[in-house]
Every structure is written in structure tokens, then in C-alpha cells.
């Protein structure tokens, strides 16, 4: 027999595993049937989720620890069994407030630190506070941006506006005038910079290799009561995040995700995400960043409770939520290796015998215990080469006594 499930997501290229997961018939051999809810914002689709009208969704990792903290609405446990990729965002200014970084758009993103600093400089030199739009303010992507500027001395919450609209919108905001720039995941950094709008600034990749980004969630109570659907569904995401991650599939993979049923953009823009190719300037050639966007390679996949706890520390630093021992202990079980490792028990995929490590520590790949062949972790390094323990989370709370 065959389950129905209904899941949640947007209109973004990191969308690209559930929907091959659909039309590749890898849902179907796990004996499920996915009936894809395209959603506008990030807001609406957290809202189907918490009151039932969805059983799982593609969600930012922040907000998946929001709403479990209740930092969002009321608290409702939420559970993070599955990584829907990892980075993939980027951010873009308007031309006119990107003249003033550096022209050499290679060493703009290759020097995250230098051109934040380069980026202050263009702050006063503009005529108003530019307004940055952002896709949720518990974003991977809003908290990339402010560790980012607070590196520069930035204070995001005073020197520059901070506006929450939804990423499908952030080029036609551009084009009116209502924003000097956005973070979005693609293809909509993407679009702007071929309209002419923008140019890429800096990218989630340069900030944090291998930063996590979407999540597939699950009402906690949901997850727990269907473990068997939970399983089969994540076995048909790990086969299909493999399909997604072949270079050879890529072409067929932006061809299906610029349908309209799912991100309803040009096909050769989807493109520049899977393959790396990351255009700065209107009419340049791209440069290659072959970590943009990953799905599977790597133990991608696999749910790092530090990369929760991550997502903590960072709550703590911009005063989000209050720290505290039963604080820390619920944002850090949100993410679910014990379901994941359930899951995929009996497949052969390579995955850690940890459930954390040190964020920030790989500056090269490194072959690390695995407990079903062998696995390589890549670089995850911060750009401005701090780390975090997650058994030290004192130590890296102190840091950022001033949040800058």
C-alpha cells in the first residue's frame, strides 16, 4: 500500500531533493506517494507544519530551533532528522553600492574578511543605512550575515536595516527600490545579477564551508509515532541527494526544478548552483566555487547536533534567547542522528560514528571513522578561523560577551 505524504517547501534550488526524490520515482520504490506543497514564505510554510497541515517540511535550520524554543510563536517541538544540503546562499548588493569593494570580483569572494571591512567602508560612504533584505530572521542565511558584518564591526542591528521578506520576492523588491541588497539562497542572487540589479558581495560558502542551510522537520510527536514512514522516507532522500550531487545529472536536475511547479525560473541560472559557477557581475565570466551547493557528498546529509548548538551559540550572541543549561539541551536535540542512523541502518552509506564535532576545525579533507565504509569530511572552515566546541559552548559564548 502506498502512504501519502504531504511536505512543505519553497521555491529554492536547495528544494532539489525532495523534488527529484518525487519524480524519479525514488519516493514511489519506498512505497510513498509526495504531494509537494509549494509555499511563498518561510513564515506560511512553518506555520502548515506546527498546525498539522503538512507532515514534514523543508526548513531553515534556525527556525526548526526557533519554533522548538517558542522564539518564533508558541513553542511546538519540532525534529530534524535529515540535511536538505549544505550552503548554497549568496549575497548581493545593488551596482551602485558595490563600486565602492573591490573590482576584482575573484579577491572580493575570496577574502570574506577584507571585503566585509571594504564593506564598512561602502556603509559610510553611502547616503542612508542600506537595507539589506534577509528570508527570516532565524535564517542560516541571517546569521551568516551578521557573523559576517560584526567582523568588520558591524552592528547589524544598527548600522544597517535588516528587512524579512521571502526569497521568491527579494529581485522584485530590488527592482522597486525597496532594498539595496538581499541573502537568499539561489537561483535568486542569481537573478538579480543577471537583471543588472546587483552584484555578489560574498558567498554562504566562503563565510562557512559546508554551513548548515535546510533541513527536512517533522512535528516531534508525528515523528515519533510513524518511525517506519519516517524511514522510508529518508532512505528515498539519501538516494535521491546522490542523484542530485552527480555532475552528470545536473543539466536534467535544473531542466526539472525550472518547471513551474517548483522554482519556475530560467533553467541555465538553476545551473550556476550545482555546477559552481557563480557569476559576480552582469556580463563577466563566472568563478568557480565547486563546494556552492552540496546534497550528498561528504555525510551532507547527516544531522551534526553541533551545528545545532551552532545555531544556539549564534542566538545567543545577537540576545535572541537567554542561555541556559535546559535552553542549550532542547536547541541541541532538535537535529536527530539516532533517526538518521535508524533510518539507514541497512543501506550502504557511509556515516559518522559521532553525532558532533568541532565546527570549524577541517581546514583540508580528512578521512574520519565511518560506520559503513569510508568517509571524508571536507574543510568546514569559519573565514575568520574561530572554531567551535560544542563541550566548550562557555568558552565560545565569550567571545562575543559584546556581540561584536
Request: glycine share 8%; net charge negative; proline share 7%.
Amino acid at each position: 500500500m502506498t502512504t501519502s505524504l504531504r511536505i512543505a517547501f519553497l521555491p529554492l534550488t536547495d528544494a532539489a531533493v525532495l523534488a527529484v526524490a518525487r519524480e524519479r520515482g525514488f519516493a514511489e520504490e519506498e512505497g510513498l506517494s509526495l504531494d509537494l506543497i509549494r509555499s511563498t514564505s518561510w513564515a506560511t510554510l512553518r506555520d502548515r507544519l506546527v498546525y498539522g497541515q503538512v507532515h514534514a517540511a523543508q526548513m531553515l535550520a534556525p527556525l526548526a530551533v526557533a519554533v522548538t524554543l517558542g522564539l518564533s510563536q508558541q513553542p511546538a517541538a519540532l525534529a530534524a532528522p535529515y540535511k536538505l544540503g549544505v550552503n548554497g546562499n549568496m549575497l548581493v548588493m545593488a551596482s551602485d553600492f558595490a563600486a565602492a569593494l573591490d573590482p576584482d570580483t575573484g579577491r572580493r569572494l575570496s577574502d570574506p574578511l577584507g571585503t566585509a571591512h571594504d564593506f564598512a567602508a561602502a556603509i559610510g560612504l553611502w547616503r542612508r543605512k542600506p537595507v539589506i533584505g534577509v528570508v527570516h530572521r532565524f535564517s542560516s542565511h541571517s546569521l551568516m550575515l551578521r557573523y559576517w558584518l560584526a567582523s568588520a564591526g558591524i552592528d547589524p542591528d544598527r548600522d544597517v536595516v535588516l528587512r524579512v521578506l521571502p526569497p521568491s520576492l527579494t529581485v522584485e523588491a530590488m527592482r522597486a527600490g525597496e532594498i539595496d541588497g538581499f541573502i537568499a539562497g539561489e537561483p535568486w542572487g542569481s537573478a538579480a545579477v543577471e537583471e543588472g540589479l546587483a552584484e555578489t558581495v560574498a558567498i554562504g560558502e566562503r563565510i562557512w564551508q559546508r554551513g548548515v542551510e535546510k533541513v527536512l522537520a517533522f512535528r516531534t510527536p508525528w515523528l515519533e509515532e510513524n518511525p517506519d514512514i519516517v524511514d522510508r522516507l529518508l532512505r528515498a532522500l539519501i538516494r535521491s541527494a546522490s542523484w542530485c550531487d552527480d555532475p552528470a545529472n545536473h543539466d536534467a536536475l535544473a531542466q526539472l526544478l525550472s518547471d513551474p511547479r517548483y522554482v519556475d525560473q530560467p533553467a541555465d541560472l538553476i545551473a550556476r548552483a550545482m555546477s559552481g559557477q557563480i557569476v559576480v557581475r552582469q556580463g563577466e565570466a563566472p568563478i568557480a566555487s565547486p563546494d556552492f551547493l552540496l546534497f550528498s557528498r561528504e555525510a551532507t546529509p547527516f544531522p551534526w547536533r553541533s551545528q545545532a548548538l551552532w545555531i544556539y551559540s549564534q542566538f545567543v550572541r545577537w540576545n535572541m534567547v537567554e542561555h541556559g543549561p535546559e535552553v542549550l539541551a532542547k536547541a541541541g536535540a532538535v537535529f536527530r542522528p539516532d533517526i538518521f542512523r535508524r533510518a539507514l541502518a541497512d543501506a550502504d552509506v557511509p556515516m559518522p560514528g559521532a553525532n558532533m564535532k568541532v565546527e570549524g576545525a577541517l581546514g583540508l579533507p580528512l578521512a574520519v571513522g565511518s560506520r559503513k565504509g569510508g568517509l571524508t569530511l571536507g574543510p568546514d572552515r569559519f573565514f575568520d578561523g574561530r572554531v567551535f566546541d560544542p563541550e566548550r559552548m562557555e568558552d565560545y559564548l565569550t567571545n562575543f560577551v559584546s556581540p561584536l
